[in-house]
């Protein structure tokens, strides 16, 4: 059997001595993109978070492992670097920082974890250049200080444009479709859906139905209190758009 | 009362009373004698306590025979040297610049005991008059070379009407328990447009006080920079003037601290006519157990009516044992004025550090990359590219070395 991109075993974590995921598990095999669909205070946001490795978050128990590899002991930039890429909710406005400077760092580090050589200048340009013309990305936002004075879309596209160019087997995207309008989400997601290789493995955490008719998920699992409750196809996330999520609470129990 | 109670002398204020004497500084002697160095009871040293601080003066500075290697190259610029308070000036000067030579006691005289001492012990300053603009930066080398030397030297600048320039002094020397005191009087004429840095890279062993004056005429725009890094101990004094309707200054600096040291801006803008208008913004970074001191006093005139002036100072601490010390003072006598002052302090944010690390970047890296962009607001205004890239070079230099 191909090792899956990703495979969460009985994972729970708590932030102080709250206990916010509560035995999570989860196969994503290559190629497939699955949606976690709750409602706000589920533990979706969290579960993207200690994917990542924020600190703020203890792993009490269970295990994760990216593409067969345990990565709970790995700092935060050691699991970019073993190809996991968490496209934030918020990103994080950096004054100071210039765009362009970042993602130089961020793509030279992560070729350098992995022993590659950095990349030339002129290289670098080329793929921001490239990678930015499919997302809108103009080179006038790449001037500015790193999402400084982004409106929400800018912000947004400016996240898949960085997945582009870090190219990760596994994209966590965070309430993507947040503070986006139609417009905007339709280039996010033909962003997004670019990156659909057969290979790499998406995780689309949403609250609304709308997004997946953009990105089509292979699977899509309901969060209810801190763990999976129900999984199905893409039918799953019309039946909760119809129905709400008051059907699928305690039914893990 | 001070007759009753005489203040006891230290070792430092015995040698500074007797190099005054034997300058023939009577007053500044006296002063001393009575009152000693300034301690915390002093309000404007009150964080910067130089009868704990200054343990000794070493004896006044002699002529250098050898000197240090240059503290900072700036490619381009039009180089002069004050070695141990004696002006070398070997180059060319470019058209419109005229070097000259005038007598010490630069400054204002105030109460200030770092003004009192340089009046009285710097016997010649360099002088630069600027006729119209000049293109290349302007650096004045000022050192304090061979064994521990008392040095206090002074510079004159006066920038023509409409001329734009671009001044940059650097503070070094040899590793010897220097004491340099320089002093600095720049004024501005009519729509003048100056950036004026000042750098201390001296040695850790060395103290440095420096007090750069200024006088803004009508329209003139002046942009200043100090920058502290070197000394264990230093104070830089930024007493601008705002003299003429329109003029406005960017009054900025930076203390970058590191285990044992001390760093004090100290800054007190004047506004003195109506319509004027002035934005200090102060960062201090503080690691090891280390000092970053701000004071910014902002006096507005009775007459100076419609005046917008606002202090800022941003501290980062690097480590438990850094103290970031604010101390915004106001002090209005105008009542149609635009005047406020604000102090934040805290750590490296940890959302920011842990976007950087979500995309790969290593710890250090992101956490150089997150105080680079703190102190990029004083480094971006700096237009000069040469001079841009060398400042970042030594902020570089300080962030990537020591703790």
Known sequence: ?253 | MRANFPVRLGPAEESLIAQLKAAGATQAAERITVAGLPTRRVESYHYTDLKTLLRSIPPLATAANEASAPALRIPGAYTLMIANGVIQNASTAPAGVIVGKADGGVLTTRDDVMVHVNNALANSALTLTLENTVDPVIQVERRVEGEAAHVADALKIFVADNATTTIIETFSGSDAAHVGNHATYLALGKNAVVTHITVDLSARAATHFATNEYHLADGAKLRTLVIHLGAGLSRTNVFPTMGGADAHADITGLNLVSDGQHADITMETHHAVPHTSSQPLFKSISRGRSKAIVQGKLVVARDAQKTDAKFMHQGLMLSDEAEILSKPELEIYADDVVCGHGSTCGKLDEDSLFYLLSRGIPKAEAETMLVRGFIAELLDPVEDSELNEALQGIVDGWLLGGK
């Open chain 1, 1 to 253: 059997m191909t090792t899956p991109v990703l495979e969460i075993r009985n994972l729970h974590a708590r932030i102080e001595e709250r206990e916010i995921l509560k035995g999570v598990n989860l196969i994503i095999p290559p190629g497939q993109v699955h949606a976690i669909m709750g409602r706000n205070g589920s533990g979706k946001s969290t579960l993207s978070y200690v994917l990542a490795g924020k600190e703020d978050y203890e792993v009490t128990e269970g295990e994760i492992l990216l593409n067969g590899e345990n990565i709970l002991e790995m700092e935060p930039d050691e699991r970019a670097a073993a190809g996991l890429f968490l496209a934030f909710q918020y990103p994080i406005e950096i004054p100071g920082v210039a765009t362009m400077t970042f993602l130089k760092a961020a793509i030279n580090a992560q070729r350098k974890a992995r022993g590659e050589d950095e990349l030339k200048t002129p290289d670098f340009m080329r793929m921001v250049k490239e990678a930015g013309a499919q997302l809108n990305v103009d080179s006038e936002m790449l001037k500015r200080p790193l999402n400084v004075g982004f409106s929400g879309g800018e912000k947004k596209r400016a996240e898949i444009m960085q997945m582009a160019l870090l190219k990760p087997s596994l994209a966590v995207l965070d309430e993507t479709d947040s503070g986006l309008d139609i417009d905007a989400l339709q280039v996010v997601s033909k962003g997004v859906n670019a990156l659909r290789d057969g290979q790499r493995s998406m995780l689309v955490i949403t609250h609304y139905q709308r997004l997946l008719n953009h990105i089509v998920p292979d699977v899509v699992h309901v969060f209810s209190d801190g763990r999976i409750v129900e999984s199905g196809d893409k039918d799953l996330a019309l039946q909760l758009e119809a129905k709400g999520y008051a059907d699928f609470d305690g039914q893990a129990a």
